[in-house]
Each structure stands twice: as structure tokens, then as C-alpha cells.
């Protein structure tokens, strides 16, 4: 290891993270090509069998007929959530030691979104139809639903990725422009353009800055409002155990707990294979995982509220579900989810444990297999236990649902490894503020400015 | 402008012209294809594209003849509904009537005749023309019948009513045999002798459910099957909107039927003692001074050994319960006993549906309005004098194993599938040297004909029928052609017909609509001259129009005493069942589910309809006491073999909630082995394992005396059906309400009330 | 060291050249689809017998119910049977060859497979029956039909209001008659809605409103069921 | 009308009770439960009117079968005191329908008779109405259905066959209510006379136990079968305003 970031000089930075996007060796062709066939393999085939045969080749039946395909959707969207939301709060709080993590923890909330965009599309029946659920006018003279929770949800998504695709743009900008100045040939062109000619300027750095707080603070809201809307998907309806009020704190709860996850899962992995051990560290790590601690603790107070809720009403419909939930079929995913969710993470109060690598990895992995049962649980069990004991029913799924399922991490790896090769992963600028400056000798003109 | 080199303007040049392809391409792919429109050559009469036009007719699923209204769109049938118009069913159809558009569009029937051109039982049916098909069945007959051995030839038919029935009674006589058998598996064999011993009519008497305040029916599941249940569902509905005198319906069965969910009051008395239940109820009626007949010291007599507590002992219903049934049907007026399939099937059967005849009278039903009324005679054939039970089948196999039968033709009948495999009927068919079938189907016994002349189904050809349990008064309607002949068939009457003239004595008909129409030319001369219409034809065409005709000829004075003879000869034995009770521990009651006797199977609609109590499809099942499932460690799924005596058929346990703990059932209709590809290997065929028990009153087996034993198999399997819970946990679902409640109820719906 | 975007566009000008191409040919190739198949000449399919209507509807000003009988009572207009062709050409025009052609069919007594030109999706329900007796002329939705030898889907009209045979045989005009010849030239959910949110019936006969409203068939299930 | 007004007249719809007494009709159904012997005929009936596929064992034992109108079977108390009460159960037309908010396209809205619509070519297969049916009488097309041939001529013209991917219900047979409607208008008369159009299920029933008609109508058999003191509606307290009234079982004492 290279030792205290502080040590490090500006030129290093740059050189470190330029290098991670120009020298490739093999084993990051091997990831990618690896990545890539899965993610035809698990996930477009079986999907254009789908496509072919009808949903049919997925598990659902009556009366469940949402299954993984739904609770995918919530958990990428639950895992988009903590990067942009997470870095807004952190830029607003201005707390430095986001600025080595922010980077990706955004670009796993655009590529969490584009995946849960795709699973809507998987999700569907007839997802060549899928344009009618946009407000556009047409020769039918037909508009969308707009009293639709779900209609809310498209629109609360799409203005979520547009907000965060905006949002790592735009704090890219003067790190393209730094490996613009580093680099030549195609490269050179492609980050001429994405970095809109920045230069550095004071007037240009101040607009930024003004800029980027601006939008994080707009962000905010939002990222909350999607995931209440999300939970609206289920909440709005009046099957048992999915009608409650505290179903939007809990999925945004739920969200913000999965991502934090989630970027935990993401720094291991570049700061093992992307040499980046200078810029994310135990400190890192540390805060991180005080952050789990938290909303571990907030995530399971709203499960036991709902238990009880649950259990207090008296309502055959609602006792039912959950006694269901707790003692019926999936009940031994239950209680996994209870055991990665709620007790495991206790150990993060341990600092000793935060700070170590490899079991805050394993942790941030249990909490999302945990996580993403959450969401299995909410679809499957309120679903096949609802008001007419005759229409009861059970839900499996198929293989080709836990293919898609598999798939879509290797569609979302793939998108991030073709994201470290284009954009800087850590944000540079960032970084450097962090660190003193250079008293001694200011970098070259030639070296560039702070950009 | 950059400047554009050869290897650049190629690449444009390329870029353009896959560009103009594709969208070439994505406009054609979305084009509609070629459609035709093919118009009539010389349109019909009363046809109209687009618009629908009803043909009425006569349902032939079952025996009971509902009338039905065909909606034909451009020449096909789209929908069978009752008719409105029919006394019977008025309007109503059950799940099977309905079907019956599968029976014409079945993908698995037979499009022209067939020979079987390797061994026997084999798919070796290969294409032969009518002209080949009628001469090879003509030329077999004619030998027989011109060397005098005409007897030598056997026909065996489907239950045909009305005047298709004289028809083939007319060809028999032609061809010199008196080997003519009508065969339906669930022919009410008991139901007629009982009838004839205590009533000395051999008939089927109308039971008016519609009007009675009491009924007690003894096993007879009237609204799913027996006689006529859609006419039964009727009379239900109409007794139970009685206002204040809502009908009271009680069961009284081992297992419970669709009609006992129905009926206020369950009774589970043990399997075969339905008889002696009713001789307990009538002691109580007679003993306590209900009944003030002339002949009471007779009756007094001949009860005396039926005292509550003896019939308590012995039918395990409690003496409380006896005795508030006995007051309450005998203070009830109207009231009616009604006993059948269960109680009919055993070895006692005709003994206790005497027993209810006896209760009847004893309560004063018979001849009144909503009880037993009798009909008068149909006014065409039927067929009942002819209908074969076990005894004649089993006697015809006997023959044929003797070699006593050369020619066995077949009409839409299914007795390999229906007899047990004791009786050894497959085996006997096979010592006949030609069998010809004229089905419409492959099933288990046209599998094993040599050839086969399809014949149409009856939505395409002609026929009547004259439903005998009927409606009170005479009725009958016509069978008319709603579609023209998909297929290179036939109709069975113009089969007969043409082999009738083959060999030499042809009948006096054309065809078979000359037969029916004929026939009733003479119902026409026969009616009253006043009110007839002017001309047999305005008759004819009045009556396909309406689809029904009737007479108000209702015989109300009609009492038929019994005799002191038949008063001393009731009573009831305990019923005997074959095996022994220590190995076989249970009583196996093979019932009849919504595959009628196992002809409706091959129908998708049938199949995939949920069984009317337990909403499986698809396959078999054991139903069992959920008791008896602890007991033996068995739960929902595990599959079984059922070993009787005779043999074992295996299916999956279901645990039934309202079934006596001694007996177990099984419904009858899956485990074709050669029925289409609905049909064939699916579930079991209960009537495999019966023992050839005969009930030697009514000459028919006692299906439901034939003790079993269950051997788990180890094996699970998932029961197809439909349900999930079927328990309410006190949501409120299905809402009752209490005796009192309903007497408020004034708006009742009018249902049409057949008049008495 | 030169920040500045221009370089960067201008090497991608070739690139982005091919990609405008490209997709400017997918439309031309559509268009180009569409000019040489759309044009009624072409797009009119090959039919068993060439019929005309210009002669019968146009030139001898036989009403379109004549041999449409179905179309007042029913939902589908229907074909005529070939016995309705010979009722006529018995006795007209019995030698020309393509009465020839009719008589052969005839005399095999086999139906003559017309190409089906005009089409609604299978989910359409569309009934003939309400429109003709609610006084639309024919030519409202198919276009002037007794001018065309041939008939193809696209029957633009582009004349304005012309006018209208009416369904009886009478003349009207788009002042007198209800509705208007449409210039849309794709059956599609906009023509039917257009019509039936300018149109209310009164009498039994369609009359123009300014806004129909939901009454007025514009309820899904009037069509799609 | 305007954009605004449009949105109001949607919330009025939703909002007020007898909203549709100013329509025409309001149709309705009422079962009684006392009548009903869950035989299964209307079963059938609304297969064979409304194209219902036949979808094969296997699609059974997924739980993937298509009944617009299924019989639930309750069963109650433990052998001998046990009665099975039955109920048939379809798309209770309800008028403040949980469905009909939830779609995202208006594949299923209310229209002015008072019948929740399902347009199966607008539906693009959230499968969500589903989810949002307290009943769950709606059933989703899990694949393309064939009839084998020639089963398919069988197949009701004035019927769409739904295809993969689309989501279907129970209609009360809108192409009946349609011909009725159309059949009145020929005969110049304004509105259906009570009886004269019934859906396939209450042609049907062999015991008559259930009646169809306009609620609007104070006179017709269906307004005064729902005035029976017996009348209730399933999972009322769920405030769906359904359209389908059952009359309750009742329990005599013998």
C-alpha cells in the first residue's frame, strides 16, 4: 500500500487514475467478456424465450401474479439509492470522506436504475406495448392512467435517472478534462466532448460548484419520492399485509440500507482490483459501517412495527398474511432475512470489524441477499395469501426467472466495467480537496491546474 | 463540409443503402398477410353472415333429453343453451349439455370409416370408403341371415330413445335377432323393479321436487346425475323460494354428493342401510298414528322388526335424529322420499327403493302434487325393455365365449370401460370373429371392432326424444341437424338403413328423418283433431321451431295401492359386500362425477371443469375421511392402490371432509386407456375393482358393495385442482342465515311452475 | 493545449455523417415502401375475377346494398354469393370473359375466393348494421368505391365534401348527410373516434354535434369486446 | 369538455353514489346462495360464450387456469356435522373498483353502465389490476392459447381471442349486452327490457339461482332481488360498491 492519502501528491492521483482507464491488462478483458456472456446467457436468452413463449415461462400464476421480476425492480432500485442519495447528503453535510467513494456509488445508482428500468420491461406482459404507459399524444386519443401508482412510478423513475445521470455528468466534468489533457489519440476525442471543453477557470469552477450543490439538493427529495413511490405500487392496493401507511418509510429505509450495502460490496471490489487503496480505506469502511449499524437498527424497528401491527389488528385477512410470513412456506426466508438484516449487521458496532475488509464484504453481500428477500417476501407471501382462501395459491419460481435474476448482476457488472474504463472512478478534484496543498512546489503548468 | 474520401463516401454509400433496406423491410413486416373472403355459392335461406341463428334440439349427453337451442354463426355451431321453451330444462343446461359442441368439434373423432387392417386393439384403422366399409358389414350380415342364423348377430347400443329406437328395434326383427340391448351404465335397473313391485308399474314416475316441503332422498345425487338433474335443479330452486314454505331437503348418504352440500340436513347412515333407515322412519310414521290407511295393521305387521332403536343400531344415524325426520316428514306437506344411485346399488337395492316407495305411500305422497306422481305412457319408444344390465351382458359374454355370436355391432356404447374386469367382457369380445362399431370415437371397445362406420353426432343428424322420467305429462321433442356434417359420417339410422337394404330387407323408411318424421305423423293423427294444426307439415314445422311438443295429459288419480302381498313382502336385509371386512376394511362407492359414466372425458370443457365438491381436474382421486387419512398416516396426494377381490387401481388420496369413516369413493369417468388424447391414461377407473356382485332383483351389479383395502404406494403426486383453502377462517364469505330471516323474503324470482 | 470541443466534433463528422444516413434511409426506405405499394395501382390486390366496381356501382349506379345486402342488418357487409352474380349476368353481358370466368364458378359450384382488401384487426368489432341505418354513407369510411376499377385500401379523397351516394340510392351532400368524407386514409382508432365525438343520433340517424360525448359510443367496449 | 373537466367528471365518478342513476342502464347481478348447488354449468356456459381457453393439465398444476367465473368451496365444521357451502365467484363490476386506479394504461375502467371494462388490446401486462382485485377473478394469459383443430370453430366470433401477455375478466358478456342494445335499437325502442339479456352463466343455471338485469330500473327482477333482506355483498367491508349481490345460504331447522 501507498501509505496516508495526504502523502499522496496530486500527480499521483491523476497518473493512478488515468491509469486505471488507459492500461488495461487481461484480466479486466476476461471480467468483461466473462460478464457480457453471462449477461446473455442468464439474461437475454431466457428473456427472448420469454418474450417468445409469454410469461408464462416465468412461475407466476394465480393469484400471484407479480414474482422475482417486481422484487428485482425494488431491489435495483432500492441499491440505486444509496449512491446518489447518499452522495447528495454527503456533498450538502460536506463530509470529505465521501469524495473517494462518490464516483461509483453514482454510477451504481445510474446502472441500478437502468436495470430496474429493464426489469419493468421484463416484467410486463407485453413490453412492446410498454410506450402506451407514456403521456404522449397518438391517434387513439388515449392518455395513461394518471390516477396509477404505477404510472407514478415511471414518471418518479425516469426523473430519477434523468436526475442522476445529470448529477455524475456533471461532477465528471473536470475530471474528463483531466484525462483529456492526459491522454491522445480516440481517447482524446471522446473526452474533448465529454468534458464540454472545460478549462478550469475560476468562473467555470465556481458554476459547478454552485450547480452541483444545487442538484443534490434537488436530488434528495427525489431519490425519497421514488422509493415511496415504489412502495405506492404495493401499498395502494388492498391486499392484506402490503395496505399500510408505513410502507414508504420502509422501502426507503429499505432502500438506503440495501445501497449502503451495496457501496461497500463496490469500493472492496475497486479497491482490490483497481489499486485504489490509496483513496478508499479503513476510514472508509469505518463510516460506512456506522451508517449500516443505523439503519440496520431503523430497518428493524419498522419490521417489528409491522409485525405488530400486523398482529394487533385482528383482521383475519392481515393475522393470516403475516402468520404466513412468519410460519408458512417462506418462512425460512423469513427468518434468513432476519438474521442477514437485523442481527448480523449488530457487528458493525464493533470497530474492529468495520474496519476490516473482507467482513464488511461478506456483511454488505449477506445484507443484500437479505435485502433482496425482503423484497421476494413482500410480492410472494402477501400475494398468495389474500382474502379468498379458495383462491390461495403458491408461487416458485422458474428457472427462468432465477436466471434473469442472476443475469441482471451480470448486466449490471457489465455496465460497471465498462464504466471504470470511461469514467474516472474516483473523482480526482474531489479527492485533492481533501488533501493539503502542495506548499512547496505547485504542479507544472504543464501538469494541468487542479483539473 | 469535412471531405469526404472514396472510403468514406463507400461507407456512406453502404450506410444509406442498409438504412433503405431496413426500412423496406420494417414496413412489409408489418403489413397485414392476404386474407379471402369466400362467399356462398348459393347463400341459404335463412342465413345471414354475421348474424346468429338458433336451431332447437334435443340434448343426447344423457338419457334425461333436455331440449337445447343451438347458436350457429356462418354455419357452425357456437354455443349449445337450454331451451326456454322445453319443460324440462327450461332454459337450464348442465356442464355436459354444454359440452356437447366438444363432442362435435372433438379433434380426436372419427372423420370416415375405418378398417382394422392388423390384429385387433391395435392403430392398425386404416381409410376405407362407405361403399367398402357397408358392403363388408352387409355381406357378413346377409350370410347370417339367409341360413336362418340371424340370432347369431347381437347389436349393442347406447340408450337410444323416441323413434331411432324402433328403428333399430325394426332391423333387428329384419335381420332375424333378438339380440337388441340398449346399454347405459347408470340405467335405473333397481328404480324399475322397485317400481314394478310396489306400484305394478314398470315405469319412472315424475317426483315433483318442485313442489314438495320435504324431501329425504336416499343417496340419489338428483342434482348432479340422477334421472334428470337439470329439471331436479330446477324443482330444487322452485322449492326452496317458497317464501315461508321453503322446501326442506334432507340426504341421506355415506358420501356426500353434490345434492347433500345442497340439502339442509346431511345424514351419513352406513353404505346399504338407506333401506332399512326408511322402513325405521315409516315404523315411526305408521306406529305413531300418522298413517290411518285402511290396510295399517298390514303395514304394523310387517315394520314391527324396524323399531328406532334396532334401525338406530344398525344404520348408526342416532334414534333422535330418526325420530325428528320421521315427525317432520310426515307432518310436511307435500313431502317426498326419492332414493337412487348409493341406495339403488347395493345388494338390497330394489328391496330399498321399495322401502321408499313404501314411505311415500305410508306419508301420503304418491299421486299428489310435489310428491310421486306418475306419468303417463311416453309417446314414442323407449327403451327401458330393452336396456341391458349386468346380467344380459354378462350373459352375452357368455355366449360369445361360446361361440354363439358371429356379429357384434356396436352403436356408441362403452361396456368394456363400464364392466368390471371380473366380468370379462374384453376378453369375450374378443372370441367374436367381426364386430363393427358405428361410434363417432375410438374408445376402449370400438378400439376392438374390425370396422368402424362412424356415424355423425347427434348436432348433425335426426332423432326425438321422449324424456320417461319426465315432467308429469307427455312430452317430446325433436333432434334436428343444427350443422351439416363435418365429416365423412353418417347418421347410425341411415347406417341401419343402408345395411338394411344391403341385405335385402329394407325398411320402410328413407332415411332417418323419414323414420322420425314418420313417427310423428302418427303422434300428429293421434292428437285431438280440434286443436291440431291443419297439416302435418305446419305441424312439423311448428314443432322444429318451438323444439318441443307436450300433451296436458296429467294421470292425477292414479293411486296405486299395494296389495297385501307386496306389503308383506318389504323388508330390508343387511346389505352383503364381497370381500372379507377384516381385509378389506372399507367400502368403495364408485360415483358418478361430472364425466357422466365416462363419455364425457374426452371433452377438454369436461376436463377442465372443477369436480363440483372438491375442484379437482384432471385425474382421480381416493376420497377419504380425514379421520381414517390420520389413521393410516396418508395425506392429500399420496397415491394408493385400492385392491379389491377382483383387483386394484391405483389413485391419490384426498381427504374428504364429508365422508363416513368406513367407506371410501372414487369418481367414475378418468382412467381411459383408448379415448382420445383428452381422455386416455388419465386417473383410474374405480369400475374396474367392483366384484360382480348382482343385485339378483334388478339383475344389475351392486356397484357400491364391494369392500377395498388401501396399500400406500410410498409415491406422491400433486392433485391438479383449482382451490386453494377451502376453509372460510370466519371471513364471512358464504353468508347464512337463520330460519327466520328468510320468511321476510317476498320479492321470490317466478320460476316457471310446471303444471300437475 | 487545446481545451476546446471542436476538434473533437469535427473528427466525428464522418461518423455522424453515416449514422444521419443510415437513418434517414430507413425512412426513405419506408416511404419508398410505402410510394410503390400504397399507390392504388399497386396496392390493390390481385383479385380471382376482375371485378369493377366503377362499371356496376359507378357506371350502371347499382346501390352498394344491392349486392351488400347484409350490410343493413347485420354487422358484416357480406359478399355476395356467386348465385347473386348470375342473377344478372344470366342475361347481361353473359359472353364478355370475365362473365365467362363467373359462370364457370357457377357451374362447379364453387365459391370465388375474393382477396379481403379492407381489414379491421381481429379485435375490432365494428357493425355495419348501426352505421347504415343510421344514414353513413358507404363511401364515408371506403372511399368513392364507384369510381375505382379496383378496389385498394387506400381510397384517399381528397376533393373535399363531395357528393355522397347515399346508402339508399339517393344523392346527398356532406351539408345534408351527416357526415363528411373523411380524408384519413388509415382505419384507424382516430377516424372512428373522430366521427363519433362530432356525431350524436338522433332519430336513428347520425347528426352533427360539437361534442358527443361519452354516450356516444365512445365507450371502449362499443368496439373492442 | 376541458382537460380540468374531464378530471373533475373522473373524480365525480369515483366520488358520488348513484352517480350512474343518470345513464341508462347500471346492470347487476344477484346470486342466491340458497338456490345455488355449485354444479358448475355456468362454468362451462362462460367458457364456451367467452372463448375461455382450454389450457392443458400442466397449466393447472402451475395454477395458471382461465375461469372468469370459478365455484369456491367452503367447508364448514368437522365430520358429521360438516356442510360445504359454495359461491360462485367473478368479476364483481364494482363501482368503486380497486383495479380500475391501478392501471396504468385505463385498460380497465368504468364505463357508463356501470361495468368495469377490460380492453384486452390496450393491456400491456403489469398483471397489477390483478394484484389489486380483493376477488382475484382476474386471470392473466400466461401463453398464446391454440384450440386444436377443428375446436376452434367452436370459438364465439363477437368474442376477442386474448392473446399472450394480456389480462381478462369476467365481461357480464358485453357482446350480449351489446346485441340486446342493438336488437332495442332496431326495434326502435330506447332501452332493454328487463330479461332480455342475460349473460351466459344466468341463462344457464339449471336452478336459477342467478337474475341479471338494470339496477336503475325499480321495476326489474334484479332491483327487487336486491332488495331481499338476505342480499349481501363479499368483502363489503372493503368498499368496493360491487355490482354482484349474493343472497345468503339459509339455515332451516328440520
Not at chain 2, 426500412?23 to 348459393?42: A, D, Q
Amino acid at each position: 500500500m501507498h501509505g496516508e492519502p495526504n502523502q499522496l501528491k496530486y500527480t499521483d492521483i491523476h497518473n493512478d487514475v488515468v491509469r486505471s482507464i488507459v492500461e488495461t491488462g487481461p484480466n479486466y478483458y476476461i471480467a468483461l467478456v466473462t460478464a457480457f456472456a453471462l449477461t446473455l446467457i442468464c439474461f437475454f436468452f431466457p428473456w427472448f424465450y420469454q418474450l417468445y413463449y409469454g410469461i408464462g415461462a416465468a412461475g407466476m400464476n394465480h393469484p400471484s401474479v407479480w414474482g422475482t421480476y417486481l422484487a428485482s425492480f425494488i431491489f435495483w432500485i432500492g441499491l440505486s439509492h444509496s449512491g446518489t442519495l447518499l452522495s447528495c447528503v454527503l456533498h450538502i453535510t460536506n463530509s470529505s470522506w465521501r469524495k473517494a467513494m462518490y464516483r461509483s456509488a453514482e454510477a451504481m445508482t445510474l446502472f441500478s436504475l437502468v436495470v430496474a428500468a429493464i426489469m419493468v420491461m421484463v416484467h410486463v406482459g407485453r413490453p412492446w406495448f410498454i410506450h402506451w404507459a407514456a403521456p404522449y399524444p397518438n391517434q387513439m386519443e388515449m392518455w395513461p392512467n394518471f390516477r396509477s401508482p404505477l404510472l407514478f412510478d415511471v414518471m418518479a423513475i425516469t426523473t430519477y435517472l434523468t436526475g442522476s445521470t445529470i448529477f455524475i455528468y456533471m461532477g465528471s466534468i473536470p475530471d474528463f478534462a483531466a484525462v483529456r489533457d492526459r491522454t491522445r489519440g480516440w481517447r482524446n476525442t471522446m473526452y474533448s466532448l465529454m468534458s464540454l471543453g472545460w478549462r478550469g477557470t475560476d468562473t467555470e469552477w465556481h458554476r459547478l460548484h454552485w450547480a452541483y450543490t444545487f442538484l443534490a439538493v434537488l436530488i434528495i427529495p427525489l431519490a425519497v419520492s421514488v422509493h415511496s413511490i415504489v412502495s405506492w405500487d404495493f401499498a395502494m392496493s388492498i391486499v392484506p399485509a402490503l395496505h399500510q401507511t408505513i410502507f414508504a418509510p420502509y422501502f426507503v429505509v429499505g432502500a438506503i440500507y440495501s445501497g449502503t450495502a451495496g457501496i461497500v460490496t463496490v469500493m472492496f471490489v475497486l479497491r482490490k482490483f483497481m489499486d485504489f487503496g490509496q483513496y478508499i480505506t479503513e476510514l472508509h469502511f469505518d463510516n460506512l459501517g456506522k451508517l449500516l449499524l443505523v439503519l440496520s437498527l431503523l430497518w428493524t424497528y419498522i419490521n417489528v412495527v409491522e409485525v405488530f401491527t400486523g398482529f394487533y389488528s385482528g383482521a383475519s385477512g392481515e393475522t393470516e398474511a403475516l402468520n404466513y410470513r412468519l410460519f408458512g412456506f417462506y418462512a425460512p426466508l423469513y427468518w434468513e432475512m432476519i438474521t442477514f438484516c437485523a442481527i448480523a449487521p449488530l457487528l458493525c458496532a464493533f470497530k474492529s470489524f468495520r474496519t476490516s475488509f473482507v467482513p464488511m464484504l461478506v456483511l454488505s453481500i449477506a445484507i443484500n441477499i437479505g435485502m433482496y428477500t425482503e423484497r421476494f417476501l413482500i410480492v410472494a407471501t402477501s400475494l398468495s395469501r389474500q382474502y379468498l382462501p379458495d383462491a390461495w395459491g403458491l408461487y416458485v419460481p422458474s428457472a427462468v426467472e432465477i436466471s434473469i435474476l442472476l443475469g441482471t448482476f451480470a448486466l449490471f457488472t457489465t455496465l460497471f466495467l465498462l464504466f471504470v474504463k470511461v469514467f474516472p472512478s474516483v473523482s480526482m478534484y474531489e479527492v485533492k480537496e481533501t488533501m493539503e496543498s502542495p506548499k512547496k512546489s505547485p504542479p507544472a503548468a504543464s501538469e494541468g491546474s487542479p483539473a | 463540409m469535412p471531405n469526404i474520401d472514396r472510403r468514406d463516401f463507400i461507407k456512406l454509400v453502404g450506410a444509406g443503402g442498409v438504412g433503405v433496406g431496413a426500412g423496406v423491410v420494417l414496413r412489409e413486416s408489418i403489413k397485414h398477410p392476404k386474407e379471402h373472403l369466400i362467399p356462398h355459392v348459393l347463400a341459404p335461406e335463412d342465413y345471414s353472415s354475421g348474424v346468429a341463428t338458433w336451431y332447437n334440439s334435443v340434448c343426447s349427453m344423457c338419457s334425461a333429453g333436455c331440449g337445447i337451442s343451438v347458436r350457429t354463426r356462418e354455419g357452425r355451431a357456437k354455443k349449445i343453451e337450454g331451451n326456454p321453451s322445453h319443460a324440462v330444462n327450461q332454459g337450464g343446461l348442465c356442464a355436459v349439455g354444454q359440452a356437447g359442441l366438444q363432442v362435435l368439434y372433438n379433434p380426436d373423432r372419427l372423420t370416415g370409416p375405418l378398417l382394422q387392417s392388423a390384429n385387433r386393439g391395435s392403430d392398425g384403422f386404416t381409410q376405407i370408403t362407405w361403399e367398402d366399409g357397408l358392403t363388408r358389414v352387409a355381406s357378413r350380415l346377409d350370410v347370417l341371415r339367409a341360413a336362418g342364423r340371424g340370432n347369431r348377430i347381437a347389436l349393442l347400443t347406447r340408450g337410444v330413445g323416441g323413434h331411432l329406437a324402433e328403428l333399430l328395434e325394426s332391423f333387428a326383427e329384419g335381420v332375424g335377432t333378438d339380440q337388441l340391448h340398449h346399454y347405459d351404465y347408470d340405467h335405473p335397473h333397481a328404480l324399475y323393479a322397485a317400481n314394478e313391485r310396489f306400484f305394478g308399474k314398470q315405469h319412472l314416475p315424475y317426483y315433483d321436487l318442485s313442489n314438495t316441503r320435504h324431501l329425504l332422498s336416499f343417496g340419489a345425487d338428483y342434482l348432479a346425475g340422477w334421472l334428470s338433474p337439470v329439471h331436479h335443479s330446477l324443482g330444487f330452486a322452485n322449492s326452496r323460494h317458497g317464501g315461508d314454505n321453503r322446501g326442506y331437503f334432507v340426504q341421506i348418504e355415506p358420501r356426500m354428493s353434490p345434492s347433500g352440500a345442497a340439502a339442509d340436513e346431511w345424514v351419513p347412515a352406513k353404505p346399504g342401510t338407506e333401506g332399512i333407515l326408511a322402513l325405521g322412519l315409516a315404523h315411526h310414521i305408521v306406529a305413531s298414528g300418522h298413517y290411518e290407511g285402511e290396510d295399517i295393521n298390514e303395514w304394523k305387521d310387517v315394520l314391527s322388526a324396524y323399531t328406532l332403536e334396532k334401525v338406530a343400531e344398525e344404520t348408526d344415524v342416532s334414534e333422535s335424529v330418526l325420530r325428528r325426520l320421521a315427525e317432520s316428514f310426515a307432518n310436511a306437506s307435500p313431502s317426498l322420499a326419492i332414493g337412487g344411485d348409493g341406495a339403488g346399488n347395493n345388494s338390497n337395492g330394489v328391496d330399498t327403493l321399495v322401502a321408499i316407495n313404501a314411505l311415500n305411500y305410508l306419508a301420503g305422497n304418491v299421486g299428489e302434487v310435489g310428491g310421486v306422481i306418475f306419468n303417463p305412457d311416453p309417446a314414442g319408444a323407449t327403451s327401458h325393455s330393452r336396456q341391458a344390465n349386468y346380467q344380459t351382458l354378462a350373459q352375452l359374454a357368455e355366449s360369445a365365449r361360446a361361440g354363439e355370436i358371429d356379429v357384434l355391432i356396436l352403436n356408441d356404447v362403452n361396456p368394456v370401460f363400464t364392466m368390471p374386469l371380473a366380468s370379462e367382457f374384453k376378453a369375450a369380445l374378443a372370441q367374436i370373429p367381426f364386430i363393427v362399431s358405428l361410434s363417432s370415437f375410438i374408445d376402449e371397445t370400438s378400439a376392438l371392432a374390425d370396422v368402424i362406420l362412424p356415424s355423425h353426432t347427434y348436432l348433425e343428424s335426426w332423432g326425438d326424444a321422449f324424456p320417461e322420467q319426465g315432467v308429469g305429462f307427455s312430452i317430446g321433442a325433436v333432434s334436428q341437424p343444427v350443422i351439416a356434417p363435418l365429416y365423412n359420417t353418417k347418421a347410425t339410422g341411415d347406417i341401419v338403413l343402408d345395411l338394411a337394404r344391403r341385405i335385402g330387407k329394407p325398411m320402410r323408411w328413407d332415411s332417418t328423418e323419414d323414420c322420425i318424421k314418420d313417427g310423428w305423423n302418427k303422434i300428429y293423427q293421434e292428437s285431438d283433431s280440434n286443436t291440431r294444426t291443419e297439416s302435418f307439415e305446419s305441424f312439423w314445422t311448428a314443432l322444429l321451431k318451438a323444439g318441443v311438443w307436450g300433451k296436458k295429459n296429467h294421470l292425477k288419480t292414479d293411486t296405486s295401492r299395494p296389495n297385501a302381498n307386496t306389503i308383506a313382502s318389504i323388508g330390508v336385509d343387511a346389505p352383503t359386500f364381497s370381500g372379507d371386512a377384516e381385509l378389506y376394511p372399507f367400502v368403495l362407492q364408485p360415483y358418478r362425477s361430472g364425466m357422466h359414466d365416462g363419455r364425457a372425458a374426452n371433452l377438454p370443457w369436461i376436463q377442465e371443469l372443477p369436480d363440483a365438491m372438491t375442484s379437482v381436474v384432471y385425474g382421480s382421486w381416493v376420497e377419504i375421511n380425514p379421520k381414517t387419512a390420520k389413521d393410516l398416516g396418508l395425506t392429500e396426494g399420496d397415491l394408493v392402490d385400492i385392491e379389491s377381490v377382483e383387483g386394484a387401481v391405483r389413485a391419490p388420496i384426498l381427504v374428504y371432509p364429508a365422508i363416513r369413516p368406513d367407506v371410501i369413493a372414487m369418481p367414475i369417468g378418468q382412467g381411459h386407456t383408448n379415448y382420445g388424447r383428452y381422455a386416455s391414461n388419465r386417473g383410474a377407473n374405480p369400475l374396474e375393482i367392483l366384484s360382480p356382485l348382482v343385485d339378483d332383483n334388478s339383475g344389475n351389479v351392486a356397484s357400491n358393495a364391494t369392500r377395498v383395502k388401501i396399500v400406500a404406494t410410498g409415491k406422491h403426486v400433486e392433485i391438479v385442482k383449482t382451490g386453494g383453502k377451502s376453509r372460510d377462517l370466519g371471513r364471512d364469505i358464504v353468508q347464512t342465515t337463520g330460519g327466520d330471516d328468510h320468511t321476510a323474503q317476498t320479492n321470490s324470482i317466478p320460476i316457471t311452475v310446471i303444471p300437475t | 493545449m487545446n481545451v476546446s470541443i471542436q476538434p473533437a466534433l469535427k473528427s466525428l463528422q464522418t461518423a455522424a455523417l453515416i449514422a444521419v444516413v443510415a437513418v434517414v434511409g430507413i425512412f426513405v426506405g419506408y416511404f419508398i415502401d410505402f410510394l410503390i405499394t400504397d399507390n392504388p395501382e399497386v396496392s390493390a390486390p390481385e383479385q380471382p375475377i376482375a371485378f369493377s366496381h366503377k362499371i356496376h356501382a359507378g357506371d350502371n349506379e347499382i346501390p352498394c346494398q344491392y349486392c351488400h345486402t347484409e350490410a343493413r342488418r347485420s354487422p358484416s357487409a357480406g359478399v355476395p354469393s356467386v348465385n347473386k352474380c348470375m342473377g344478372c349476368h344470366n342475361e347481361v353481358a353473359t359472353e364478355s370473359p370475365l362473365i365467362r370466368q363467373v359462370s364457370e364458378y357457377w357451374e362447379n359450384k364453387e365459391p370465388i375466393p375474393w382477396v379481403k382488401v379492407h381489414d379491421l384487426p381481429d379485435f375490432v368489432h365494428f357493425t355495419h348494421k348501426r352505421h347504415v341505418q343510421a344514414g353513413i354513407a358507404c363511401q364515408t369510411c371506403h372511399g368513392p368505391v364507384e369510381t375505382m376499377d379496383k378496389i385498394s385500401v387506400h381510397s384517399r379523397n381528397n376533393d373535399g365534401p363531395t357528393l355522397l351516394a347515399s346508402t339508399t340510392g339517393e344523392i346527398m351532400n356532406s351539408e345534408t348527410s351527416a357526415v363528411a368524407a373523411t380524408q384519413n386514409d388509415h382505419w384507424e382508432m382516430g377516424l372512428c373516434l373522430n366521427c363519433h365525438k362530432q356525431h350524436d343520433v338522433v332519430d336513428g340517424k347520425a347528426v352533427r354535434v360539437d361534442d358527443g360525448g361519452f354516450d356516444n359510443g365512445l365507450d371502449c367496449w362499443t368496439c373492442h369486446k | 369538455m376541458s382537460f380540468l373537466d374531464r378530471i373533475t367528471e373522473g373524480w365525480r365518478k369515483n366520488r358520488k353514489p348513484g352517480y350512474y342513476e343518470d345513464f341508462d342502464y347500471h346492470w347487476a347481478m344477484t346470486i342466491d346462495l340458497d338456490q345455488c348447488s355449485g354444479c358448475g354449468a355456468c362454468v362451462t356456459a362462460c367458457q364456451a360464450e367467452n372463448n375461455l381457453p382450454i389450457v392443458g393439465e400442466d397449466a393447472f398444476t402451475k395454477g395458471r387456469e382461465i375461469k372468469w367465473l370459478r365455484i369456491e368451496h367452503y367447508w364448514e365444521g368437522e365430520y358429521p356435522d360438516v356442510k360445504l357451502n359454495v359461491i360462485p365467484m367473478m368479476c364483481q363490476h364494482c363501482d368503486s373498483a380497486p383495479c380500475e386506479t391501478v392501471c396504468p394504461v385505463s385498460a380497465t375502467y368504468h364505463n357508463q353502465d356501470g361495468l368495469n371494462t377490460q380492453i384486452y388490446n390496450r393491456c400491456i401486462g403489469t398483471r397489477s389490476c390483478a394484484v389489486y382485485c380483493p376477488y382475484e377473478v382476474r386471470y392473466f394469459n400466461y401463453n398464446d392459447h391454440t384450440w386444436e383443430s377443428p375446436l376452434d370453430q367452436q370459438l364465439n366470433p363477437d368474442v376477442s381471442v386474448r392473446e399472450k401477455g394480456v389480462m381478462e375478466k369476467c365481461t357480464f358478456c358485453i357482446q350480449r349486452i351489446r346485441q340486446a342494445k342493438d336488437n332495442a335499437k332496431d326495434d326502435g325502442r330506447r332501452r332493454v327490457r328487463d330479461g332480455e339479456v342475460q349473460p351466459a352463466c344466468v341463462q344457464t343455471c339449471p336452478s336459477k339461482a342467478m337474475v341479471f338485469g338494470d339496477r336503475n330500473d325499480p321495476q326489474s327482477q334484479v332491483s327487487q332481488s336486491l332488495n331481499d333482506p338476505r342480499s349481501y355483498k363479499v368483502l363489503d367491508e372493503l368498499n368496493t360498491n360491487s355490482s354482484v349481490v349474493y343472497l345468503k345460504k339459509v339455515e332451516a331447522e328440520g
